[in-house]
T-cell receptor, first 113, second 113 residues
Framework: KQEVTQIPAALSVPEGENLVLNCSFTDSAIYNLQWFRQDPGKGLTSLLLIQSSQREQTSGRLNASLDKSSGRSTLYIAASQPGDSATYLCAVVDNNAGNMLTFGGGTRLMVKP | SAVISQKPSRDICQRGTSLTIQCQVDSQVTMMFWYRQQPGQSLTLIATANQGSEATYESGFVIDKFPISRPNLTFSTLTVSNMSPEDSSIYLC??????????FGPGTRLLVL
């Protein structure tokens, strides 16, 4: 059974710092991996989708990498801003799990002004 | 992309009653999903809502407790039946588009007293 872990569970940084959020998964036979953002009391916003054949995806100040063989993905946030404060979730779709997204526990990020 | 709306956005219900949550998508999609997010937890897939056929439930979820309708390619409902306080959660509708990105609705926050 696929398990997804995110480290750290919580992170507090001053504004302007570059930061890295980590995601690891136990079964490397994934179809794709997706990073989401969840603001308090809100739904999820899709940030980046990485197909299993890709190594990274970039959107603005966000860069997500994927190392499928080692079961790891990182989300890099450049020049963090207070508006980046949210919970960041990674989720994988397995090759053998049909349609199910398996989520990590999330990293709760606080960017202080 | 896909824009998803859910009704109601929140509700407080009495034990033993049932609540039906509606999910509307702004485009036709083949794959719709219902997720639950219990307090302080990550997301868990309840079921895949299939148009024109019975929903496919994940382990630990049953049709009698969470009946689902999918009358067309833009709409689905999830009913939480015979509610107990343990059903207090955020319920999220999700769709997957042809590009494989998964989008989520804003969620329905349910509190059962």
């Amino acid at each position: 059974k696929q398990e997804v872990t995110q480290i750290p569970a919580a992170l507090s940084v001053p504004e302007g710092e570059n930061l890295v959020l980590n995601c690891s998964f136990t079964d490397s036979a994934i179809y794709n991996l997706q990073w989401f953002r969840q603001d308090p009391g809100k739904g999820l916003t899709s940030l980046l989708l990485i197909q299993s054949s890709q190594r990274e995806q970039t959107s603005g100040r966000l860069n997500a990498s994927l190392d499928k063989s080692s079961g790891r993905s990182t989300l890099y946030i450049a020049a963090s801003q207070p508006g980046d404060s949210a919970t960041y979730l990674c989720a994988v779709v397995d090759n053998n799990a049909g349609n199910m997204l398996t989520f990590g526990g999330g990293t709760r990020l606080m960017v202080k002004p | 992309s896909a824009v998803i709306s859910q009704k109601p956005s929140r509700d407080i219900c009495q034990r033993g009653t049932s609540l039906t949550i509606q999910c509307q998508v702004d485009s036709q999609v083949t794959m719709m999903f219902w997720y639950r997010q219990q307090p302080g937890q990550s997301l868990t897939l309840i079921a895949t809502a299939n148009q024109g056929s019975e929903a496919t439930y994940e382990s630990g979820f049953v049709i009698d407790k969470f009946p689902i309708s999918r009358p067309n390619l833009t709409f689905s409902t999830l009913t939480v039946s015979n509610m107990s306080p343990e059903d207090s959660s955020i319920y999220l509708c999700s769709v997957r588009t042809g590009g494989l990105t998964q989008y989520f609705g804003p969620g329905t926050r349910l509190l059962v007293l």
